[in-house]
């Protein structure tokens, strides 16, 4: 492995950076990313992390069972406060949820092919994350055997959902949501599971591959269909992750509770899960690409592309937080006034002052470009907007519920620990999944990376500089630039 | 029934006669992109229609060049929403409206705003599926046998390698002709492939 | 596909532009004039003229805050395939000074289009709570501020893009997308405030906090449809014959599908959130809009604005044909106009729609002068960045 990898994170509008450094071709990059899974066993470290996620799943399956057996009694919950860290989590992990159909469809839909090198790890994330999302309100309902009430099945009460609640509509957005998501990330990976079977050593692993690469066997005739089939997922996909979290707003914003109800809720909530989503991708693929090896696929550049990302989201958060406060001063509501003074200076405010700084400050470091060339400070940041954002919907959540209109009914909320070991329960479940898929699926989509490499394309005619993001631009006065590729042509 | 056999039950015009002896096809192998473009626009060219390339990722234009139409696939994915859509439409004024009416916080009992998040997520939902279903389905997917996937060479088709294969049925098919002219085109490697 | 050749392109506007200037010019002040004159004479104290002036001003003016937006978004994102159609937005950008000027007839009428302005807002205890923001001399500062920033904003970069026409120096694109992302917060701030006090505060009890973002996406549309619009009258008169083709349409043609089903997702957003929650105090102003004739009218903006464009534009041909395209794009500027109108009107003529001779004058004088100023602005380079390093890369586009 190259051990001095270029920068290519040097501006020149004149000529596209590179996306796969490291002199990678075809062959490599298949053999880096397959040899990954491959390997007869994962380093010491992987086990490490999987012996102690397990361990936090174990606890995550205990809380829910001592909550299950005993009763939501066992939640901080009470009367204003019907929502705690329940809801929170839920929102917290919908939001991450977002970034991987964000990577693979929007960004597709704009071209930005950088996202290649990405999107898998990214997608895998959001199933994961949207697997602890959907945890949360199943397990809050109290009786949570009867938990399969929400959707419209045929029950011996012969009644049916009530459809005009934002909560169903919740359900409805949240499970598409998981199943398209699920198809998109499947689909993507069909051709990579082919090139697993293909260069499978061992029976079982022959079987098992050859059964989930569906007989995939890279014909153009099957590309036409499939390309086609992406596109059209990437076109479904992006309204769809614009609705989930605008639906998960409506859960709030439909009330008339101030601080919940707000028109700015359903594209400021979206805003603020990609915000979080890619804040969570950076965090996982830091180390992943220094442990891997994968620093000449996952290059600086898209660190970089990624936290400009996470500047522009966090600053519409930000925005959003000053219309927020200016419109409830505006709208001459004294309860809305009070809710946004109780915020920064009632009882939460230490959480609303965390939220501020985590997500609205944190992220003006990436205005720098030196800091956004900075690991430790971009890995920092990430796990600080992450911070930021579960208590962005921790303050929305209480703050609003636990001083509503009437101070007689006022009450503050204080979780118990088992909400707590619940909630840090989730994240071993989301890294156990999360391990399991960078041991045993390919991380890195390998077709997806090949097909923006310079090799995969014509030298002249039909491809050159066709808005790719690939590179090979002419250079300003006639002579052309040529390809700054190390590998063979 | 193999593949071959099944072919070769399939009757051609033309005057090639097709050899019924378990032969698939002819497999080439080429290196790099712009061979395999330049490649697969000759067979085009020569009237070849039972072919196909076969790459590890997408090769942009190659489907010009090997003259494919546009795939329907669009009106599976329009037909999938817009039965999606009627189906989150109907089922909610059908349960919410007729079957079990009940009134909640003032709406009226069929409040199309109301359905409308419901209705879209089915929308995508069901275009979703006929994207993804639609996609396997006309591509013959999940296919567990082909008789390309016995060639140790064709292993390297989903990692590095490029391959256009033209299959025994073909009208212009001939063992020796066929495997001439694909070496002519470049091919660093050309092989029989029994089904 | 080739790079575009360009060589044989009539890349000026020349002598065509003064005629157009000189004409659209005169159009326009004769318009205008009449209608201050009919407003005079007219027994309403002027409330007819003011409003059916803010309906047009707000109307032209959002399709130059879509172009600034257009042009910032090209630099922030460092785009290469609008590199051919940034001049004409920059051209639209570069109208604001005009209408500084032409806000001098609303500055006159604030009591007029604005109750907090009035008489009656002393006695409004609401409104009294709102004075430290709603009063007119605070009004004029903001609107100074608004115009200030974003005519020095669009100028900026309509003079560097030109300096790079001469010189072809690429520090020039550098320096204007390192400035583009700062200008982006400051456009947000701008337009969402001025959409607070320009239409959102002509009904000073409501408020909602995604209004500036509805604006800013029915302004996107605008432009979108504007874009295509006058780059293919640019070809019509023979100029970029070879330069625009017909992926920079299907792109631009995407642009404006996508920003109208943003535009439908944002006025949902607002009206579903309203009607769920009916608090009495948020959804008078969708009761207004939804009763008498006006409820007609939201349906046709319902229609019009979003269902039959998505299924216009949904097509691929419909995007790559210039006739198509132009069809499609004259129907959503149409829409973006009702949907000005239905923000504007209803708050000053409840039961009727309100639709009069003033209307057309208003918004033939005001349109005039802004083809006259675009005509003029285009006049002045080239109608292609031809120094940009990335015209190539636009001159050679194709959609996949």
């Not at chain 2, 039972?50 to 010009?64: A, I």
Request: a positive charge.
């Amino acid at each position: 492995m190259k051990t001095a990898i270029p920068d290519s994170t040097v501006d020149d509008p004149r000529v596209r950076p590179e996306l796969i450094l490291g002199g990678n071709d075809f062959t490599t990059v298949t053999d880096k990313v397959a040899g990954l899974m491959e390997r007869p066993r994962p380093p010491r470290a992987w086990y490490i992390a999987f012996a102690v996620s397990l361990a936090l799943t174990g606890v995550l399956v205990a809380m829910i069972g001592y909550l299950v057996l005993t009763g939501v009694g066992v939640w901080g919950l009470n009367n204003p406060v019907g929502w705690g860290f329940d809801i929170t989590n839920f929102v917290f992990w919908v939001g991450i949820g977002h970034a991987g159909t964000l990577i693979s469809a929007i960004l597709f839909l704009f071209r930005q092919k950088w996202r290649t090198s990405i999107n898998r790890f990214a997608e895998a994330m959001t199933i994961f994350a949207v697997v602890c999302a959907g945890l949360f309100p199943a397990i809050h309902v109290g009786r949570i055997w009867l938990a399969w009430w929400l959707f419209p099945l045929p029950n011996q009460q012969q009644v049916w959902p009530n459809f005009r609640s934002p909560l169903l509509w919740d359900v409805f957005a949240v499970s598409s949501y998981m199943f398209v998501s699920l198809m998109f990330w499947y689909m993507g990976m069909i051709p990579d599971l082919a090139t697993l079977r293909d260069r499978a050593k061992t029976k079982v692993r022959q079987i098992v591959y050859g059964i989930f690469s569906l007989g995939w066997r890279g014909s153009n005739r099957q590309w036409h269909r499939y390309e086609r089939a992406y596109l059209l997922l990437a076109a479904l996909a992006t309204p769809l992750v614009v609705s989930v979290h605008s639906v998960v707003s409506f859960d709030f914003a439909a009330s008339q509770l101030p601080g919940w109800h707000t028109t700015v809720f359903p594209p400021y909530f979206v805003a603020g899960a990609i915000f979080s989503g890619f804040a969570m991708v950076m965090m996982l693929i830091i180390p992943a690409r220094q442990y891997f090896g994968l620093k000449d696929i996952v290059t600086m550049r898209h660190l970089d592309n990624m936290s400009k990302i996470i500047l522009a989201t966090g600053s519409m958060v930000g925005f959003a937080y000053a219309i927020e406060f200016f419109m409830a001063w505006y709208s001459g509501n004294p309860y809305e006034m009070f809710t946004f003074l109780n915020r920064a200076m009632g009882p939460y405010s230490w959480a609303y002052w965390i939220m501020v700084s985590c997500n609205v400050l944190t992220p003006q470091l990436f205005w720098f470009k030196k800091l956004r060339g900075s690991i430790p400070v971009l890995f920092v940041a990430s796990i600080l907007i992450n911070v930021g954002m579960w208590f962005e919907r921790f303050v929305i959540i209480v703050t609003s519920l636990s001083r509503d209109f009437l101070p007689g009914s006022w009450l503050s909320y204080t979780p118990t620990y088992v909400e707590i070991l619940t909630f840090a329960g989730s994240f071993g479940l989301f890294f156990t999944l999360f391990l399991l898929f960078v041991r045993y699926l390919p991380m890195v989509a390998m077709a997806e990376v090949k097909s923006v490499m310079p090799q995969a394309h014509l030298e002249e005619g039909i491809h050159k500089g066709l808005g790719d993001y690939w590179g090979d631009m002419p250079q300003q006065h006639g002579e052309k630039g040529g390809h700054h590729r190390g590998g063979k042509s | 029934m193999t593949a071959a056999q099944k072919h070769s039950g399939t009757p051609v015009q033309g005057a090639a006669p097709v050899p019924d002896t378990g032969v698939f096809g002819l497999l080439a192998e080429f290196q790099t992109v712009p061979q395999l473009m330049a490649a697969a626009e000759k067979v085009r060219d020569a009237g070849y229609i039972h072919w196909d390339s076969h790459t590890p990722f997408p090769v942009h234009g190659l489907s010009d060049a090997m003259g494919l139409k546009p795939t329907r696939l669009p009106y599976v994915v329009l037909a999938g929403g817009l039965i999606g859509g009627a189906v989150g439409l109907l089922m909610q004024w059908w349960m919410n409206a007729i079957d079990y009416p009940l009134v909640i916080s003032g709406k009226p009992l069929f409040s199309i705003p109301a359905n409308i998040p419901v209705m879209f997520e089915l929308t995508v939902l069901c275009a979703a599926i006929g994207a993804f279903l639609g996609m396997l389905v006309m591509n013959g997917l999940p296919a567990l046998y082909h008789p390309l996937l016995t060639n140790d060479r064709f292993r390297r088709a989903t990692a590095d390698r490029f391959f256009i294969s033209i299959e025994a049925d073909d009208p212009k098919f001939d063992a020796e002709g066929t495997a001439g002219f694909l070496r002519s085109l470049g091919s660093s490697a050309v092989e029989e492939v029994r089904g | 596909m080739q790079r575009a050749d360009i060589t044989k392109d009539n890349l000026q506007l020349g002598a065509r532009a003064a005629k157009v200037t000189w004409l659209a010019g005169a159009i326009g002040l004769v318009a205008i004039a009449a209608a201050v004159l009919l407003g005079l004479l007219s027994s309403d104290g002027g409330e007819s003229f003011a409003t059916a002036y803010l309906t047009a001003f707000v109307f032209f003016l959002t399709l130059a805050l879509g172009a600034l937006f257009f042009v910032l978004l090209q630099h922030v994102t460092g785009a290469g395939w609008g590199v051919v159609v940034r001049r004409p937005a920059e051209a639209i950008a570069g109208v604001f000074p005009l209408f500084a000027v032409l806000s001098i007839p609303l500055l006159f009428n604030l009591h007029s289009i604005y109750p907090w302005a009035g008489g009656e807002a002393a006695s409004d205890h609401v409104l009294a709570g709102k004075a430290a923001y709603l009063n007119v001399p605070f009004f004029l500062i903001r609107w100074i501020a608004y115009f200030g920033i974003w005519s020095l904003m669009a100028s900026y970069f309509r003079r560097t893009s030109a300096r790079q026409d001469g010189s072809g120096d690429p520090a020039l694109t550098i320096k204007m997308e390192r400035l583009s992302a700062p200008g982006m917060v400051v456009f947000a701030l701008t337009a969402t405030f001025f959409s607070f006090d320009v239409l959102m505060s002509r009904d000073p009890h409501w408020y909602s906090t995604i209004y500036g973002v509805y604006l800013f996406s029915g302004s996107v549309v605008g432009f979108c449809a504007v874009l295509p619009l006058l780059t293919l009258s640019l070809q019509r008169w023979g100029r970029i014959q070879h330069a625009v083709t017909r992926e920079h349409y299907h792109d631009l043609g995407k642009l404006t599908f996508a920003f109208v089903v943003f535009w439908a997702y944002i006025a949902f957003s607002q009206f579903m959130l309203m009607w769920y929650s009916n608090i009495p105090e948020e959804t008078s102003w969708y009761l207004r809009r939804l009763s008498g004739p006006w409820s007609g009218f939201s349906l046709i903006l319902l229609l019009g604005h979003f269902v039959i464009p998505f299924w216009l534009l949904i097509s691929r041909g419909v995007k790559r044909r210039p006739a198509t395209l132009a069809f499609a794009a004259s129907w959503v500027l149409l829409m973006h106009l009702l949907d000005v109108y239905w923000l504007t009107m209803p708050e000053s003529s409840p039961t009727s729609l309100g639709f009069s001779l003033m209307h057309v004058l208003c918004l033939a004088g005001v349109g005039a002068l802004m083809i006259a100023a675009v005509t003029y602005n285009l006049s002045r380079s080239a109608l292609i960045p031809v120094g940009d390093p990335r015209l190539d890369e636009s001159l050679s586009f194709e959609n996949v």
